[in-house]
């Protein structure tokens, strides 16, 4: 006897969108997880306003779970030591 299913990830993304509010979606992770991401310094520059960027640039962004962006660096591993040092859990957005 095997227990062998499918799940369409497609489908079960949308179904869990559209069962998820706004506030939801906010308090995803609880504080706990975090997402890195590869950006460009021209997009770096609507997120971070502060910072002055060349364009160009390649650059590593950690996000909260819902969004929020916490830090922006040159380096992958700094991105990570940062979520390793706040006890985030990390995953990678493609």
Not at 5 to 21: C, M
Not at 57 to 65: I, Y
């Amino acid at each position: 006897m095997t227990n062998e299913f499918h799940i369409d990830a497609a489908s079960a993304g949308s179904a869990l969108a559209g069962a998820l509010t706004a506030e939801d979606f906010a308090n995803l992770g609880g504080g706990h997880i975090a997402y890195l991401r590869t950006i460009r310094s021209e997009e770096a520059s609507d997120m971070f306003p502060q910072a002055h960027l060349a364009p160009g640039l390649t650059l590593f962004t950690l996000h909260a779970a819902d969004g929020t962006p916490i830090m922006l660096t040159d380096s992958r591993e700094a991105a990570l030591a940062n979520a390793m040092q706040n006890e985030l859990v990390t995953l990678s957005v493609h």
